[in-house]
């Protein structure tokens, strides 16, 4: 029981990790793309 509560805990914890890291990316890129943009756009 310990160990599958302790997989399950860490299943969550990895796909959340993994959805952070994948909206702090999209994100990211987002802003890089936007800055690019209206740099261009100055210019």
């Known amino acids: 029981m310990n160990e599958a509560v302790t997989i ?7 796909s959340t990790a993994l959805i ?4 702090l990316s999209a994100a990211g ?3 890089f793309c936007e800055k690019r ?7």
Do not use: D, E
Not at 8 to 14: D, I
Not at 37 to 43: F, L, S
């Open 20 to 23: 952070i890291v994948l909206g």
């Open 8 to 14: 399950g805990g860490l299943a969550m914890f990895a």
């Open 37 to 43: 943009a209206g740099h261009i756009g100055n210019h």
């Open 29 to 31: 890129i987002l802003t």
